[in-house]
């Protein structure tokens, strides 16, 4: 990949390419515990879930404009003081691995997150997933657990580590977390990624 990801806020119409992505790692891996691919519905309804988190896309910058990846946040807990923590999650179509588009999704879900006055960030790595691993570590995660034999698929168990990373220092008093809009918070150079290591 020549040039840098175009990063954008997700919508319906890219529910498709979404489940395109999502499907070979449902159907031929542990990374993911779902064991039958969800369709474009499907994503479409999680995107607008409540509460409503970022989904954001990755675009390759030529002009057929290939959808790249994906990073999104979901609810960590559904209990009330759980309100400040958020999960994240990050795929990336097989052809586009090993080039930092999930660095630089991930990098602007964590603004689109702390925008919305996220405290902690979650991410649960199912192993082994070295490539994984890797990342959560180069963007600053620190390990908090494993989970052992959390799921069984393609006759194994997997154990699952939890990574986290804090979005901010944890205030006295938090203000209450708000609902994402559905487009990237004006900033400089929003909607641009880059592959900077």
């Known amino acids: 990949m020549d040039s840098p990801p175009v990063v954008r806020a997700a919508t319906a119409d890219d529910a498709d390419a979404i489940a395109q992505i999502y499907a070979p790692i449902v159907r031929d891996t542990a990374i993911s515990f779902e064991e039958t691919p969800p369709d474009a519905d499907e994503f479409v309804r999680r995107m607008l879930t409540r509460p409503r988190l970022p989904w954001l896309l990755a675009e390759s910058s030529g002009r057929d404009r290939s959808v790249l990846g994906y990073a999104y946040g979901s609810q960590h807990r559904s209990r009330a003081s759980y309100r400040w923590s958020v999960d994240c999650s990050v795929y990336v179509n097989t052809g586009a691995r090993g080039h930092g588009v999930g660095r630089v999704l991930y ?34 995660f620190r390990p908090v657990g494993t989970y052992e034999r959390t799921g069984h698929k393609h006759g194994h168990w997997h154990d699952v580590t939890w990574w986290q990373l804090d979005l901010r220092a944890a205030p006295a008093s938090p203000v209450e977390p708000h609902e994402w809009g559905g487009a990237l918070a004006a900033r400089p150079g929003a909607g641009q990624g880059t592959t900077e290591n």
């Open 107 to 140: 990098s602007m879900l964590f603004d689109e997150l702390r925008a919305l006055a996220y405290v902690s960030l979650f991410a649960g790595v199912t192993q082994p997933n070295p490539a994984s691993t890797r990342l959560h570590q180069a963007l600053g």
